[in-house]
């Protein structure tokens, strides 16, 4: 199976994932959506559902997706210690801008 990461790597299931952030959508709305065909559709949401970050009710004809969050609060907690470095380094630079001159220097003509 594969990771959460090399499922989330496909824009696609990111995009499919965005929609499903609204709420509850069938299958149908997903393929009007992403303009791609049903089957296309079908397996990206498969890989999505093998990987956990979603869920399927059927209900009479229609299968209906949601997003399942917790998966995905496991990533962000994995990501913030990056996030925290990253935020830390731009913080810095951004100070380091500050401090420096407005005009830069000019060459002795």
Known sequence: MAT???VLAEPRRREILDILRAGERPVGELV???ALSQPAVSKHLRVLREAGLVEV???AQRRW???CPEPLAEIDSWL???RRFWSERLDALERRLEEMPDD???SGA
Do not use: K
């Open 4 to 6: 959460a990461f090399e």
């Open 32 to 34: 009007s959506r992403l």
């Open 57 to 59: 009710r059927h209900d």
């Open 65 to 67: 997706y949601r997003l």
């Open 80 to 82: 913030a210690p990056y």
């Open 104 to 106: 830069p220097p000019t």
